[in-house]
């Protein structure tokens, strides 16, 4: 089973993505796009991704901003499956600006 990661190297990780924020209980992130369209281009463009790894962020969409939230709720907090997750998502964030 995944460890959930302590503060310091949640800390250490969030230092590594692009606009995320939390502590170990769980990292978010929110953009903004263009357009409603783009935002659920995104949306769906991390739900693929998601399937891929098996493990599912929080999402909130409210038209053109996108929260993302992620923390892996078998074990209570973040851990490394998270951390990648969140690295996918700011590739198809670069991608979609």
């Given at each position: 089973?995944?460890?959930?990661?302590?503060?310091?190297?949640?800390?250490?990780?969030?230092?590594?993505?692009?606009?995320?924020?939390?502590?170990?209980?769980?990292?978010g992130?929110t953009?903004?796009?263009?357009?409603?369209?783009?935002?659920?281009?995104?949306?769906?463009?991390?739900?693929?991704?998601?399937?891929?790894?098996?493990?599912?962020?929080?999402?909130?969409?409210?038209?053109?901003?996108?929260?993302?939230?992620?923390?892996?709720?078998?074990?209570?907090?973040?851990?490394?499956?998270?951390?990648?997750?969140?690295?996918?998502?700011?590739?198809i964030?670069?991608?979609?600006?």
């Open positions: 089973m995944a460890e959930v990661l302590d503060a310091e190297a949640v800390r250490a990780e969030l230092a590594g993505l692009d606009g995320w924020t939390g502590d170990p209980a769980g990292i992130r953009v903004e796009l263009p357009g409603f369209p783009d935002a659920i281009g995104v949306v769906d463009r991390v739900a693929l991704v998601a399937e891929e790894l098996d493990h599912h962020p929080d999402i909130d969409i409210r038209w053109r901003t996108v929260t993302f939230r992620c923390a892996t709720h078998s074990v209570g907090g973040v851990t490394r499956r998270d951390v990648e997750l969140a690295r996918r998502i700011d590739e964030v670069r991608g979609a600006a």
